[in-house]
């Protein structure tokens, strides 16, 4: 096994192995650019390494070939008295993790070797430099010694000569630092500084390999969804000096801009400087633009590089460089990352200069990113003065700038919202009763739970701002009032109607009014902006044009969840090409709940038949406008489905009310009715009870009246020479004779619609697949279904035995954590199982009926990873929240691509 590689041995697909950097460093140098020479440790030697605790057996005497040829093509030795080798130990992973891991500088300076330096180069003050620079590096990375150690020597030393800069120490005094740093590293290392220059080297390669694990590589690895395996390459370069005078120096550089896509010379100089001092902030840097009239040979030479870089790579990049006298050394480069505005920007920039085509521009942008740029946002010169207080940081659940007066209830923030008032929905968590609240809210934020809690779920379906899991906010709904530190660390009290602003893009609260700035791409999804000419329009246009490369090339449809004629309508204006799952309980809600009442209080068929003949007209009118809204579009309704038990008052409430009316001898009748049916209806496992067809099938009536209500809906706008498409939808159906049953009665309730109204109607009826039993017996169930919606919520609650409203808080943080998963099922769909599931009940059913329809509806129909699954399975189409159509649009268009 090779261990490693020469830089003019690798190129840009090696990753895996030489790591990001490693792997461009020999892409550049392929290219001829002005690369210092070197060579890669892989990360094969890394994971070896990491899993046996020893370097791998060759490794050794690899790196010493390796060592040889470079110390001969430079024509001096590794640390050479008289005129040293140095180089540089540089960590570099398959993904960049910025600042994760470490480096270190000037490797092969010794007590025997400053002079050499120093002689070499004319310049006794930049070789104690670098030493006293390889003495700290490598005392902290290498050896563990507090980095604030060697800063605050630092500091003594400038302060004991009155230098503002580091620059302002001279030779002597960076001798003596390095005597200062050596002693540092004695007493806390216990040990001295190596004087053995390769010794120096190895020590540095096993640090590297080490800083694979460090505590804070493995929390950025897991938020970013890195794989923990990966391991890292170790690259050793020849070192070049940017600290050799004014006419030397180091920069970072893009070849466009990171944040807008313009292009540009975009970048941040320093002259006589090594490393990380550009970033470290030590000194001030200057724009990359004035390099031009500090050195303009060698600006010159770096656009001419850095339009060579782009060409090659056909993206925006990012570079390091160092210039040493005069002379442009590249030291870095990669693939830059950039804000979501910019990747939709930059890749329209470069399918019109011809680098790339239309497929390949819908690969470099994401669904996330589209969501990112659809929400509402700060704006961050307000929150960056300091003017505005911030008082909590939460996790950053679902994106966007929400602005309100604090409530601590639903009910008032449905009554103020009402009257006008914006409002900020705070409770310690949330729970499916709080929807009216958080549907009425700007924003929610809650003290309790994580990205998958309910707030954090339902927010994001609805697009609604939300900061959860703000854990040092307490509070106290009681009160009505939040309990905060201030950024004094004195206790801020947060009473009802005081002003709040949330930051779902970074988890942040704060106290007050934080000016906001609509997102442009929702004016332009809502048509209410077309092209333009000033800046927010030219991202319009990028995403336009990108929307439409999706759409022409993908095969999956977007339909819509919605439930009436207003979210109807935003899903059409957003892309939406029908409905995916109209939810019918949401029609149950407010004032009908008591209708609801009266029919599950029903103790008579005429009582009954009285409650669902109330109900009739009010469904009827609710479709007919649905219908309207999606004239000519299919629209899927759900007949009911959850537990009867959530119309009734919850049990606890109630039986206290009915026992203190007890107590006071003046019982109400109707409490004590409602009581008992609730005790009649409790069940210990809602989830798994009755309801869903179950319903259907046990309170008779309930299943005809809907059907009647929808295709009385059909016929009138027919009538009204509309395109009614409807489709009835059985949930939770386990067996094809549950579902011969209902689809008996609605057929026969549909016939006496048609003969009454001398309508022709043509009504699909179909199934969810949500049940293990209906995915293994899909094949059955197609003889009876003309269309499959497959529910991948509860094919995941029941797939896993999950209940997906407790486990998010009890334990799947830790099953995170442990990598049980990399993220939760209800998020990103689980191929291996529910997935299989799904793939094998669409082959089933198609093989019954190769003209069903198939399609899936829940959270992951507006997941981009579901989303490639769908299209990846072959499905027809996929059904998810409006705000989320236009991200599954692209997707599906990026599955396709
Ligand atoms: P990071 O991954 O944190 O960017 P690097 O390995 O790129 O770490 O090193 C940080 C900086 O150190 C580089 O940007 C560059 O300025 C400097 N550096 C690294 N290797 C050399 C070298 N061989 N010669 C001069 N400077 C170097
Ligand atoms: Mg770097
Ligand atoms: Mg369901």
């Not at 590297?208 to 969804?225: G, I």
């Not at 005069?326 to 011809?354: E, N, P, Y």
């Not at 609240?437 to 309910?454: F, Q």
């Not at 009876?784 to 919520?793: I, R």
């Amino acid at each position: 096994q090779k261990f490693v590689y020469d830089f003019t041995e690798g190129n840009k697909d090696l990753k895996d192995l030489l790591g990001g950097k490693g792997a461009n460093l020999a892409e550049m140098t392929n290219l001829g650019l002005p690369v210092p020479p070197g060579f890669t440790i892989t990360t094969e030697a890394c994971k070896e390494y990491l899993e046996s605790g020893r370097e791998p057996a060759g490794l050794r005497d690899e790196v010493s070939a390796h060592l040889d040829a470079l110390e001969q093509r430079m024509g001096k030795k590794l640390g050479q008295a008289d005129d040293p080798l140095l180089v540089s130990v540089r960590s570099g992973a398959k993904f960049s993790m910025p600042g994760m891991m470490d480096t270190v500088l000037n490797i092969g300076l010794s007590d025997a070797s400053v002079a050499g330096l120093a002689a070499q180069l004319g310049d006794e003050r930049f070789a104690w430099d670098s030493y006293r620079r390889l003495v700290q590096m490598f005392g902290k990375t290498v050896l563990g010694v507090d980095g604030d150690l060697f800063e605050e020597a630092l500091e003594n030393a400038k302060r004991a000569k009155g230098a503002d800069s580091d620059l302002g120490l001279d030779a002597a005094d960076l001798r003596q630092l390095v005597d200062d740093f050596k002693a540092i590293v004695a007493k806390e290392a216990g040990r001295e500084f190596p004087q053995e220059p390769r010794e120096q080297m190895d020590l540095a390669v096993c640090a590297v390999f080490d800083s694979w694990n460090t505590e804070r590589a493995k929390l950025y690895r897991r938020q970013e969804r890195i794989p923990g395996d990966l391991g890292t390459a170790v690259n050793i370069c020849s070192m070049v000096f940017g600290n050799l005078g004014p006419d030397s120096g180091t920069g970072v550089a893009f070849t466009r801009d990171p944040a807008s896509g313009q292009q540009g010379v975009y970048g941040d100089y320093l002259q006589n400087a090594q490393g990380e001092d550009v970033v470290a902030g030590i000194r001030n840097t200057v724009p990359l633009a004035e390099l031009e009239t500090i050195d303009k040979t060698s600006y010159d030479q770096l656009m001419r590089i850095m339009e060579t870089l782009e060409t090659h790579y056909k993206d925006l990049c990012d570079i390091e460089f160092t210039i040493e006298r005069g002379h442009l050394w590249m030291l870095q480069t990669r693939v830059g990352k950039r804000t979501a505005a910019a990747a939709f920007r930059i890749a329209t920039q470069l399918v019109d200069q011809g680098l790339i085509d239309e497929a390949e521009a819908l690969r470099r942008v994401n669904g996330a990113q589209l969501a990112q740029l659809m929400f509402p946002r700060f704006d961050h010169e307000a929150t960056d003065s300091g003017q505005i207080k911030r008082i909590g940081w939460g996790i950053a659940a679902s994106p966007g700038a929400a602005v309100g007066k604090a409530v601590f209830d639903s009910y008032t923030a449905v009554k103020w919202s009402r009257s006008g008032e914006k409002v900020i929905l705070i409770r310690r968590e949330t729970n499916p009763d709080d929807l009216n609240g958080m549907i009425a809210a700007e924003g929610i934020l809650t003290s309790r739970g994580g990205k998958t809690s309910h707030a954090a779920v339902v927010a994001r379906g609805m697009g609604k701002t939300c900061v959860c899991g703000a854990e040092e906010l307490e509070v106290d709904t009681k009160r009505r009032r939040l309990t905060a530190t201030g950024p004094d660390g004195k206790p801020v009290v947060i009473e009802e109607g005081d002003l709040v602003s949330i930051d779902g893009s970074s988890g942040k609260v704060y106290l007050g009014e934080v000016p906001v700035v609509p997102s442009p791409v929702v004016e332009y999804f809502e048509g209410r902006m077309h092209a333009g000419a000033d800046e927010a329009d030219e991202l319009v246009r990028a995403v336009h044009r990108i929307m439409a490369y999706a759409d022409r090339v993908r095969r999956l449809r977007v339909r819509a969840n919605a439930d009436n004629a207003e979210d109807a309508s935003r899903a059409r204006r957003f892309g939406a090409q029908g409905i995916g799952l109209c939810r019918t309980e949401h029609m149950f809600l407010g004032e009908r709940r008591e209708m609801v009442e009266r029919l599950i209080l029903a103790d008579t068929d005429t009582e009954r038949d009285q409650a669902l003949g109330a109900l009739l007209p009010l469904q009827r009118d609710d479709f007919v406008e649905l219908f309207e809204a999606m004239d000519g579009l299919p629209v899927t309704v759900r007949l009911l489905d959850p537990p009867l038990h959530e119309f009734l008052p919850d049990i606890t409430e109630l039986s206290v009310r009915v026992a203190l009316a007890e107590s006071r001898k003046d019982a109400n009748e109707n409490d004590l009715r409602l009581l008992q049916a609730v005790h009649k209806l409790h069940e210990a496992n809602p989830m798994l009870g009755l309801r869903g067809v179950r319903l259907g099938l046990v309170i008779p009536g309930l299943f005809a009246m809907q059907v009647r209500a929808i295709a009385e809906a059909a016929a009138h706008r027919m009538a009204a020479k509309g395109d009614p498409r409807a489709e009835i939808m059985i949930p939770l159906v386990g067996t094809v004779q549950e579902l011969e049953i209902v689809r008996d009665e609605a057929d026969q309730v549909i016939a006496e619609v048609e003969a009454a109204t001398g309508t022709r109607l043509r009504l699909a009826i179909g199934t969810m697949i949500e049940l293990p039993r209906a995915a293994l017996t899909a094949g059955q169930i197609a003889e009876a279904a003309e269309f499959f919606s497959f529910g991948t919520n509860d094919l995941t609650q029941t797939v896993w035995g999950f209940s997906r409203d407790d486990v998010e808080a009890s334990f799947f943080t830790a099953y995170l954590e442990k990598g049980i998963f990399g993220v939760s099922p209800f998020e990103t769909i689980d191929k291996d199982g529910v997935g299989s599931l799904v793939r094998a009940a669409a082959a089933d059913g198609r093989a019954t009926r190769p003209d069903l329809k198939l399609g899936v509806c829940g959270e992951h129909g507006g997941d981009p990873e579901s989303v490639h699954f769908f299209h990846e399975v072959g499905l027809d189409y996929v059904s998810c929240s409006p705000f989320r159509i236009p991200v599954a649009r692209l997707e599906a268009g990026r599955a396709a691509a």
